[in-house]
């Protein structure tokens, strides 16, 4: 039963990632000065101007650390040509550990405003989403079945560590930087956080071993995960286990009024030490929500010995297999039913985030740069490397290309094109277009546009 909902988590995973909005904040935009995305990252980037900007945009992220994303999906040739899930090919390439992610975020609304003594104020809501888990190589495994048919035995699964995490939010932040001389610029973000939906592992340990006279299996689980999610729908409040799926429209529609009320700040820095040079930094998303609404804690515990289905025949013959298995799913049920309690307020830290970066102008259409990202996810750490160039193709267009080492990858080719005026800005990016023809660990793609409603310093060509 927990398997087949980590599997539809699963599913849910890859498919919200391709559904939802987000402000794009990849590698190929973040030497850009792109406001107000370059703000997000970096409360110490602040343009020479007061904006207003309404900035519509979408951005897909999502990959493992273990395998490549078509490991997954294989294509039967024929007549029909249909995509399936290749197990198989799935299992031969993945880790006793196997990290899944998605940070999905986007933004809905940038002012910014000019202070005298070199203060810039500005005013942000964003939204937050990511979804992280570590699956175990025998869940994969389990999914082959319990027993090897070539040496007739039955096989032991592992499945401790099993972890299913993921987080919704808006953050209204209120950012203030200064800068310090010509050569140094500090901010900071003080955000207030409306949370909309946690799930959290606590601990997971399961295991399904054989019998000493491999007749019979022993099944052993002790689970414990928490939710919050005061947004979901009525039609489902009932359910034992919920997820972002059970959701009739997206999240961000979903409104609690601080309900769950949670904090955290941003912190960077900009460093010149010349006209061609320069140096920055962030710590992003260092705070936690405290959920108080709708609070959940789901438990499973028990221990279950399996010896096979009843398959004897009855008095005229014939046996009822349904009936044979719902018996068996009827004791599992009854023995390891899970416990359901409305947990007291508990808290949750949000997905810090480190950026460090160095550009340098080599003439007046090109720049180089460097890139170090790494973000906090429950139980693992995201590092990723970036090298790139942005090439100025005229006063309004730029163009960049990358390269990354990321999910324990090298390669991850990347391009990016902004166009920038007085009113519009748009911009299309991936840091994974090598997914096309290569089997990449990651997908990412973005694309949107910003709306200026008020520019009161456009950029001089």
Known sequence: MQTN????LLCIFFL?????NSSAQDANLIFFDFFPHANNFNPAIQPDSTLIVFAPNIYIDAGTSTFGLKDIFSTKEGNDNKMYFDLNNLIEHSDDENFLYGTIDYSAFFVG???PAGYYASFAINERNNYNFIIPKDLFELSRGNADYETETLKNFNLDGLSANGISYTSYSFGLSKKIGSALKLGLHINFLDGKYVTETQYFNASIQAGNDNDEININADVSTRQSAPG??????DDVYYSIGNFSHPLFLNNNHFKNFGFSGDFGFQYSPGDKTTIMGSVTDIGFINWNTEQKELHFKGSYNFSGLNLSPDSEGYFDVEKSINAVADSLEDIMEPVLNSADPFSTRITPRIIFGISRILNPRLQLSGLFRAGKYPSY?????????????????SFSLSTSRKNNRIGNLGAGLVFRSR???????????ELLFANSSSINFSFGMNLILLNTGYPKE
């Open 381 to 397: 750490t995201d590092y990723r490397y970036t090298l790139g160039a942005i090439y100025k193709l005229s006063p309004k267009f």
């Open 232 to 237: 979901l729908v009525s039609d489902h409040i």
């Open 5 to 8: 909902r980590i599997k539809l």
């Open 16 to 20: 919200y990632n391709l559904t939802l």
């Open 423 to 433: 009113y519009l800005d748009m911009f299309i990016s991936s840091e994974n277009f």
């Open 113 to 115: 405003k000019i202070l």
